[in-house]
């Protein structure tokens, strides 16, 4: 009998899906049997009609440790180039999964991000930490460079001269650091972290849910567009929107114009009165 793959687990609570890192003892490092089930947690999250955001935490004092020396590194190499192809698909695959989820995503970093974790924690759309998380590229502590897409995430995210220290020095920052550097967008302290990201995925579930995922793919398409070329994906992007949901923008319409029950600039319009 093949033993049950918990290393990653969920729950799922008004229209919440928790998602979590589970190898605690392990500091939540990706292992290739984690990066398997992760991918499948994905699989069975994405399209559930009671799921509105996801959030991607870790059990215990780690967000994640990064990828697994042992199980992602030694053992896989030891097999040759094959089974290290695969560990990467399988990691790589669940991360871009992640980036171009169906539903808004929200990592919440409790502890610990290391390396390879800078993976899925650009993969979600927005990130908070605890003050007093830990967030490091070590590659350069142990003998190599920020791969896995580290090194570009940094450089997304940070300033050239930050990104440059940051992968140099093999120092880690806090969660405030994180915060300041942008890496995340908040950082609170740990007690407060799951009251606030539970606060941010409220507001997230009153957005018309097609609005979400054609904005969050447009911000992550349009940065390495022309102007022009922009311009005009963001025209198709919303038409093909709006063949996925023709009623909610025109009740968005219809609620302030007509029914002045909202104002646009002021908050949503109630999503729940036209469910598209
Ligand atoms: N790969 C493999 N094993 C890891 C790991 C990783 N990335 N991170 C932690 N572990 C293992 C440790 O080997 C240890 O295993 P053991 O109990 O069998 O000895 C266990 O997890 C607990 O780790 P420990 O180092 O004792 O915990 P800590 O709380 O004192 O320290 C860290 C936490 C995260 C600072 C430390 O574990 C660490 O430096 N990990 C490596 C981080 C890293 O460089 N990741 C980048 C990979 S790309």
Same mark, same amino acid.
């Given at each position: 009998?093949?033993? +049950? ?6 729950? +799922?609570?008004? $229209? ?22 992760? &991918?499948?947690?994905?699989?069975? #999250? ?31 190499? =030891?097999?040759?180039?094959? =089974?290290? $192809?695969?560990?990467? $698909? ?17 990592? &919440? ?31 350069? @502590? ?10 570009? +995430? ?5 300033? !050239? $001269?930050?990104? &440059?220290?940051?992968? #140099? &020095?093999?120092? @880690?920052? /806090? ?7 942008? #890496? ?10 799951? /009251? ?6 409220? +507001? ?6 097609? =609005? ?12 390495? !567009? ?20 023709? /009623? ?16 646009? *600039? #002021?908050?949503?319009? /109630?999503? %729940? %009165?036209?469910? *598209?």
């Amino acid at each position: 009998m093949t033993e +049950v793959n918990n290393t990653a687990t969920y729950v +799922v609570e008004n $229209r919440i899906a928790w998602v979590k890192f589970n190898r605690p003892e392990k500091r939540n490092c990706m292992s290739p049997r984690l990066n398997q089930r992760m &991918m499948e947690v994905l699989d069975e #999250l994405e399209y559930r009609d009671d799921v509105g955001v996801l959030i991607l935490t870790g059990e215990g004092t780690a967000w994640s440790a990064g990828m697994d020396l042992k199980e992602y590194f030694r053992e896989t190499e =030891a097999k040759g180039l094959g =089974a290290v $192809r695969q560990a990467q $698909r399988e990691s790589y695959g669940w991360w871009r999964r992640l980036r171009w989820y169906n539903k808004p995503t929200i990592a &919440m970093v409790n502890g610990w991000c290391f390396g390879g974790g800078y993976g899925p924690l650009f993969a979600c759309d927005l990130a908070f930490a605890a003050e007093e998380a830990q967030f490091g590229l070590s590659e350069i @502590n142990w003998g190599i460079l920020p791969g896995g897409g580290a090194t570009k +995430v940094a450089v997304e995210l940070l300033s !050239m $001269r930050d990104a &440059m220290y940051h992968a #140099l &020095m093999g120092e @880690n920052i /806090d969660g405030k650091k994180a915060a300041e550097w942008k #890496l995340v967008n908040e950082a609170v302290p740990l007690e407060r972290l799951k /009251d606030r990201v539970t606060e941010v995925a409220n +507001v997230l579930l009153k957005k018309n849910p097609v =609005a979400l995922k054609a904005t969050k793919d447009a911000v992550r398409r349009v940065g390495e !567009m022309t102007y022009d070329n922009a311009e005009d994906y963001l025209v198709r992007a919303q038409e093909a929107a709006n063949s996925f949901d023709n /009623d909610g923008r025109k009740e968005g319409i219809k609620q302030f114009i007509d029914d002045k029950t909202y104002k646009p *600039g #002021l908050g949503s319009y /109630d999503v %729940a %009165a036209s469910p *598209g």
